[in-house]
Nanobody, 124 residues
Framework: QVQLVESGGGLVQAGGSLRLSCAAS????????LGWFRQAPGKEREFVAA????????DYADSVKGRFTISRDNAKNTVYLQMNSLKPEDTAVYFC?????????????????WGQGTQVTVSS
């Protein structure tokens, strides 16, 4: 079993930055694809970003492209989401997820493990 724990959320003004971390424990995630999703109040959870096992392939939702960057440090068993130029519409609970298949995806059903989420609030 893999446990994923997100951190780094908080309150930030519009235009500011945050870096989310997701640390894995239980086993190494070096061969896992990893993703970030978010869920705003009253809305369905949506895809934000994904990265494959090597870090060589990434994918982003159109709404965050050019502002967010996903990366991973396999030595630390951790995936990151650097969020710049934050907007009020980025306010949500952010979840990380692990895919044993190694590639990550926009599709939630691909993922085998999920974290509990971290709140990000962007004030205008």
């Amino acid at each position: 079993q893999v446990q994923l724990v997100e951190s780094g959320g908080g309150l930030v003004q519009a235009g500011g930055s945050l870096r989310l971390s997701c640390a894995a424990s239980g086993r190494t995630i070096i061969m896992y694809g990893l993703g970030w999703f978010r869920q705003a109040p009253g809305k369905e959870r949506e895809f934000v970003a994904a990265i494959n096992w090597s870090g060589g392939l990434t994918d982003y939702a159109d709404s965050v492209k050019g502002r967010f960057t996903i990366s991973r440090d396999n030595a630390k068993n951790t995936v990151y989401l650097q969020m710049n130029s934050l907007k009020p519409e980025d306010t949500a609970v952010y979840f990380c997820a692990g895919d044993r298949g190694g590639y990550g995806s926009k599709r939630e059903y691909v993922y085998d493990y999920w974290g509990q989420g971290t709140q990000v609030t962007v004030s205008s």
